[in-house]
């Protein structure tokens, strides 16, 4: 095994390696009022339909309306991931286009700005695009046009996954993915500025390179002085960051953010979902032995606090969202329900104020992948897409909570 080269003159400051302080957001609350959920007509056979958990699949519009990206599973040749549009908090879903050369397994991520929404996503050959949709003029329907389209990384060498996209303050935009080379695999890095022709390789990586596992994810953000990243590797999550006065091609300063107590072998300890908040606090859920954790970063001191907010509660899947300010956390529990975790004093005390009730599996409807969306910034209320399994197609449920 061999470390990342990158970051080897700035050391990682391990914050929270025995376990993270608990505070638990109440045994709950058995008073959390249940809401049920409607159906929508959103469907397809992927089993990452809404994966990954690190991505931004879902933004909320200046104007309310509500768009989502999910991957219908359809053939390539038609492409997989497919844009939808709701005007009115989910009774009526229009559909936009779709993003050429995704497949099954393509994941995507993007940002919102007005009315242009941008995306990366990978293709069948392993590239990395990076597109912009425009939302045009306001009839009740959306309709969109394509300002571009282009390959941001492509090699004989890698194959790319999950890519994650920011832009920062200077108008530079950041693409983080997960590289494989043969059976290694690495977090790599891309960046396209005023200062330099096309997208640039910037030749950094993130955490080990090696074979011992694929469960990587990282997710770019902006903080209030550059850009940060917050990244998964085996059993460690991993905060990096860089200020927008440092030259492009200065390695990113780093350190730990959380250790999981379960090794490498579970696969959701590398799940996390993270969002701003307007004074560029870094709000972060996750999930580690069937618990729900939650870390903020302050942006005035840069450090990162946590706790649990629950204990065993059979949790693999969650959701950062900031609802007018609030900070509010989404996860499953087990096949049976979702949880809504609320915090009014920006992540400091949580409490629970709903749950969000499925109907009852049978009849070939199984609710076993309780994956779900959520925007990151929402007006409120918040609309909570869940996936479910409806006799062999994968479907999406849609809940709207009374937030804030």
């Known amino acids: ?13 391990v914050l929270l390696l025995a376990g993270i302080a608990l505070g638990f957001a109440g045994a709950a609350d058995a008073a959390a009022a249940k809401l049920n959920s409607m159906q929508t007509p959103l469907q397809g056979s992927s089993e990452v ?18 768009y989502v990206v999910i991957n219908r599973g359809l053939p390539a040749n038609k492409g997989s991931l497919q844009l939808y549009a709701t005007p009115d908090r989910g009774l009526s879903w229009y559909p936009g286009p779709r993003l050429p050369g995704s497949y099954s397994q393509s994941f995507s991520d993007g940002y919102l700005i007005g009315n242009t929404l941008y995306l990366t996503y990978t293709n069948t050959v392993g590239e990395v695009v990076f597109t912009a949709l425009q939302r045009k003029g306001t009839t009740a329907v959306p309709a969109w046009k394509t300002l571009w ?3 941001a990384f492509s090699s004989p060498d890698y194959y790319a996954d999950n890519p994650a996209v920011a ?46 596992s694929i469960e990587r994810s990282a997710k770019l953000v902006a903080t209030a002085t550059g850009m940060g990243m917050v990244y998964a590797v085996h059993n460690q999550i991993f905060w990096a960051s860089r200020d927008n006065n440092w030259p492009l091609d200065q390695p990113w300063g780093g350190q730990v953010v959380f250790t999981s107590s379960n090794n490498d072998n579970d696969p959701y300890s590398s799940h996390f979902s993270i969002a701003a908040d307007a004074q560029y606090n870094i709000h972060m859920s996750l999930t580690d032995g069937n618990r729900v954790g939650y870390s903020r970063f302050d942006a005035a001191t840069g450090m990162w606090k946590s706790k649990w907010l629950t204990g065993v509660v059979n949790a693999a899947y969650i959701q950062t969202s900031i609802v007018a300010g609030d900070v509010v956390v989404t996860a499953n529990s087990g096949s049976s329900r979702l949880m809504v975790y609320r915090s009014v004093d920006g992540g400091n005390t949580f409490t629970m104020p709903y ?25 409120g209320p918040m ?17 709207n909570v009374p937030l804030p």
């Open 1 to 13: 095994m061999r470390k990342s080269g990158k970051l080897k003159a700035l050391a990682l400051r």
């Open 167 to 212: 832009v920062d303050a200077n108008g530079t935009t950041w693409i983080a993915f997960v590289a494989r080379s043969g059976t290694y695999y690495s977090i790599r890095m891309l960046r396209k500025s005023s200062q330099e022709e096309g997208w640039v390789d910037t030749g950094f990586t993130f955490g080990d390179i090696d074979n011992l």
């Open 49 to 66: 339909m809404i994966s990954l958990r690190h991505q931004d699949h879902m933004w909320e519009a200046a104007n309310g309306e509500t």
């Open 383 to 399: 609309l909570v897409l869940q996936q479910y399994i409806d006799n062999g197609t994968q479907r999406l449920l849609l809940f």
């Open 355 to 379: 749950t969000l009730e499925h109907p009852a599996p049978g009849g070939g409807v199984s609710y076993v992948y309780a994956r779900m969306e959520t925007a990151a910034i929402t007006a």
């Open 149 to 151: 389209s282009e390959i």
